[in-house]
């Protein structure tokens, strides 16, 4: 149990309204993920953080924001929700203090946009 | 760009039926070969990291293997509770950032 947890859980909403998926650790990891899994994509990593307001872009970035003001909280925002991020939104975080190691899932966000 | 290839898609197996899953990677500098098996409506649970061609790591029924352009996760004598997809993921770059491949969904027939 790496200590992950996401908020909500479930979630829909209307097209064009504002989304904030919320990821809380416990234990001071330095590096966190979001990551959204459609089927026939797999995993994309949407953005990342390697510390506190120290963020960057993943591959499938757009549309999407983050914020990491504390060490335990890693926020993606939707700025104005789109049907196309409908999706399972997934957290992680990673042990090592490179980031070059295994990383460790919460349990998953899964978002509607209708 | 790194990329992550794995087959076969599906692969329905009787229980106590020994198979492999492939995972064929092309990165520049790699940094981890990453296996996690993920059940429905649950997050991606880790199982191996490998770093180096020739590299195989074992847990109860699975083995993973590393060479330099592949790696196979073994299944030995499956059970049901071995149905899952199985996910394999390449570290190419800093920070961690990892390229996963679109999964093998194990089913195991008792």
């Known amino acids: 149990d790496a200590g992950i947890t996401q908020s909500p859980r479930h979630k829909v909403t209307e097209t064009g309204t504002p989304v904030t998926l919320r990821c809380h650790q416990t234990?001071?990891?330095?590096?966190m993920y979001w990551y959204r899994q459609d089927p026939g994509h797999g995993l994309r990593l949407i953005h990342y953080?390697?510390?506190?307001?120290?963020?960057d872009k993943g591959e499938v970035s757009d549309g999407y924001s983050v914020s990491r003001s504390k060490t335990e909280d890693f926020l993606l925002t939707l700025e104005s929700a789109t049907s196309s991020q409908t999706s399972v939104y997934f957290c992680?975080?990673?042990?090592?203090?490179?980031?070059?190691?295994?990383?460790?899932f919460g349990p998953g966000t899964r978002l509607t946009v209708t | 760009e790194d990329q992550v290839t794995q087959s076969p898609e599906a692969l329905r197996l009787q229980e106590g039926e020994s198979s492999s899953l492939n995972c064929s990677y092309t990165?520049?500098?790699?940094?981890?070969l990453f296996w996690y098996r993920q059940d429905p409506g649950k997050g991606p649970e880790f199982l191996f990291t490998?770093?180096?061609a020739g590299e195989e790591k074992e847990k109860e029924r699975l083995k993973a293997t590393l060479t330099k352009k592949e790696s196979f996760l073994h299944i030995t004598a499956p059970k049901p509770e071995d149905s899952a997809t199985y996910l394999c993921?390449?570290?190419?770059?800093?920070?961690?950032?990892?390229?996963f491949g679109q999964g093998t969904i194990l089913t195991v027939h008792p």
């Open positions: 993921a390449s570290g190419g770059t800093s920070y961690g950032k990892l390229t």
């Open positions: 953080s390697y510390g506190v307001k120290d963020t």
């Open positions: 234990e001071n990891h330095r590096y």
């Open positions: 992680a975080i990673t042990f090592g203090t490179s980031g070059n190691y295994e990383q460790y």
């Open positions: 990165v520049s500098g790699l940094r981890g």
């Open positions: 490998l770093y180096s």
